[in-house]
C-alpha cells in the first residue's frame, strides 16, 4: 500500500512510531509529514523514520486557520503526485483533504467531543475510519468508529514495545535507587486550550518547596520556561524520557499526556489543569485503575495533600494496578498495524466482530495463538 502519515505533536511520533516502522518492513510505502517541531523532529529520528516537514504552526487562532489551509493545498498537491491509498493521523488536515480527493483517511483521536469541539466536528464527520479508545464509547457508535481496548500511549508504552532502559539515570545524573519527581509543564497553546490554566509560578514554587526534602526535581517546559530554585533541567534525549520515568517517584503535569503515559508505566501522576474532569480516558485511569489523580488549579491544596499521600506510598501497588489494566487492553501498535495493513477490509471485521482486536497482542499484528 501507499501510506501517507501526518503527525502535529510529539505524542504523534510516540504513538504511530512503531507502526511506520513495521509497515515499512512489511514493504508499504510510507510517506510522513510533520509540522516543523524539534522535539517530533528528534522522536522520528531516534526512531529511523524519515519525513518530510510541512510547515510550523501559527500562533494566533487566525494564524492558525490560514496555516491550516496552507497545509491542507501542500498536502494535496503530493497527493497528486504519490496518489496514496490511505491517510492516517490525528489532525484537521487529511480529514479536509479527503474533502477534495478520494483519499480515504483513518483517523485516531483519544479527546471527548467536548474537550476538543473544533477537530472533532471536521476530523470526525470526514474521516472513513475513526479510531478511539473503549473509554469514549459512552459518546456513541457510527458507521466509522471503531473502539478498541487500549489507550494511545499503550501503542509504544506497553511491554510488548517497550522495555525501561536503567542506563538513562546516569545521562540524567542519578544515583540507581535515588528518589527523583518529574514535573512537566505545558504551553497551553493550542485551539481548545483557550481559557484554560495550569500550574502557575506561584504553585510551582509551592510544589518544589513540598517535593525537594523528598528527592531531586526534574523541571521540563514544553515550549521553555524558568528553572525554578530547587529543581533541575531535564538532560537526556527527548525520546529517552519514557526510560527515565520508568524510574520516577512521581510524575506532576498540567497536561494531559504524560499523565496517561505514568499510568502505562506504574507510576504515579497528579496533573493539575481546568480539563480535569473533562477527558475520559484520563478518568477512567483515576477512577477505575486507580493510576492519576485530577485537580482543577481551584483546587491546588488538594493536589498537594494528594502529593503528601503519594510521597508516603509503596510504588508497588502502582505497578499491581497496572498490570491489572494490561491484563485487559491490548498492545495498540500491533492493533493499528493490522487495522492499516489489512483497510479496508478491516473496518468490516471490527463492525461484524470488535473482540477481533484481541487477537493482536504483539508488534506487526502477531496473534497470542
Known sequence: ??????????????????????????????????????????????????????????????????????????????????????????????????????????????????????????????????????????????????YYDGYHELAYLHPVVFTPDASVLKEQGIQSGETFFIVRLVSLKAHHDKGIKGIDREQMHTLAKTLKPHGRIILTHEAGGEQIPGTEPLRIHPARLHHLMAYAKMIISDGQTMCSEAACLGVPSVRINDFVGRISYLQEQEEKWKLTYGFKPTAFDEAVKKIGFILIENNEIYQHRRNMMLASFINVSGFLTWFIENWPSSLHTMKQNPEYQFNFWEVGGSSRE
Open 1 to 146: 500500500m501507499n501510506l501517507l502519515f501526518e503527525l502535529n505533536h510529539p505524542a504523534h511520533g510516540h504513538l504511530f512510531k512503531n507502526t511506520i516502522r513495521q509497515l515499512i518492513a512489511n514493504g508499504h510505502d510510507t510517506t510522513v509529514l510533520i509540522k516543523d517541531i524539534p522535539v517530533l523532529k528528534a522522536i522520528l529520528d531516534d526512531a529511523g523514520i524519515k519525513y518530510l516537514v510541512l510547515g510550523s504552526k501559527g500562533k494566533s487562532i487566525t494564524g492558525k486557520l490560514l496555516k491550516q489551509v496552507g497545509f491542507v493545498f501542500r498536502t494535496y498537491n503530493l497527493h497528486r503526485q504519490k496518489r496514496f491509498d490511505a491517510g492516517i493521523g490525528i489532525s484537521v488536515t487529511l480529514p479536509l483533504l479527503s474533502r477534495i480527493s478520494a483519499m480515504p483517511v483513518i483517523v485516531c483521536d483519544d479527546d471527548d467531543k467536548k474537550a476538543t469541539p473544533y477537530f472533532a466536528s471536521l476530523a470526525h464527520t470526514n474521516a472513513a475510519a475513526l479510531l478511539r479508545p473503549q473509554a469514549l464509547s459512552h459518546e456513541g457508535n457510527s458507521k466509522n468508529t471503531i
